[in-house]
């Protein structure tokens, strides 16, 4: 069965701060796909990043880094010099590929960016 | 490109009636949709997974015969939530995966959702 976990539910940090959200993942297969999505007030998701379990390359994009370790089964989120813009909740999700294509998420982490 | 919009983006309806929300693939064919319900301040719980010109597939404690989906086209989905009680009032998230890309599901895209209100 496939679970993804964020312990962190809410996050406040004053601006310009550095910023990580935790995410670990339980999943069977050997095959399976890491997302984080952002939701903001809109409540529209914002896709972010996907990574599948074949590539445990780190990624960062402008602020945005993502830390992929399967050794310790987490796939955690750094957004550095964080902006009041920022503020959102974040998912952390997972799919596995003989799911059917199901994304199951993660409850979420509300992060505050205080200026 | 990859866009998926959903209709209408709020709705609010008496208790009893039934509403359908639409979703749709604006700019690709989808095979195979999403349903997801998110109540306030929760994550996202999948519903049911929707294939083109075949029955839904429900997620357990899902009443299928509350919450009916048809997928008639491969750009359209609707749920149909009947009998609405205050209960059901949540946001509704589509997505929907491209035709041609097999199991893969890194390619699935995600409406704006619909927020339903039922008094």
């Known amino acids: 069965a496939q679970k993804v976990t964020q312990a962190q539910t809410e996050i406040s940090v004053v601006e310009k701060e550095d910023v990580t959200l935790d995410c670990v993942y339980e999943?069977?297969?050997?095959?399976?796909?890491l997302f984080w999505y952002k939701q903001p007030p809109s409540g529209e998701l914002v896709f972010l990043i996907r990574r599948n379990s074949f590539d445990e390359q780190n990624e960062i994009s402008g602020r945005y880094s993502w830390n992929f370790q399967k050794s310790t089964s987490s796939f955690n989120f750094t957004i550095t010099a964080s902006q009041v813009v920022d503020s959102a909740v974040y998912f952390c999700a997972l799919s596995e590929e003989g799911s059917a294509s199901k994304i199951i998420f993660g409850s979420g982490t509300r992060l505050s960016i205080r200026p | 490109g990859a866009v998926v919009s959903q209709h209408p983006s709020w709705v609010i309806c008496k208790s009893g009636t039934s509403v359908k929300i639409e979703c749709r693939s604006l700019d690709f064919q989808a095979t195979t949709m999403f349903w997801y319900r998110q109540f306030p301040k929760q994550s996202l719980m999948l519903m049911a997974t929707s294939n083109e010109g075949s029955k839904a597939t429900y997620e357990q404690g899902v009443e299928k015969d509350k919450f009916l989906i048809n997928h008639a086209s491969l750009t359209l989905s609707t749920l149909t939530v009947t009998s609405a009680h205050p209960e059901d009032s949540s946001f509704y998230i589509c997505?929907?995966?491209?035709?041609?890309?097999?199991?893969?599901?890194?390619?699935?895209?995600f409406g704006p959702g619909t927020r339903l209100t039922v008094t």
């Open positions: 997505s929907a995966s491209p035709t041609g890309l097999g199991p893969l599901v890194y390619e699935q895209y």
């Open positions: 999943t069977r297969d050997t095959t399976y796909y």
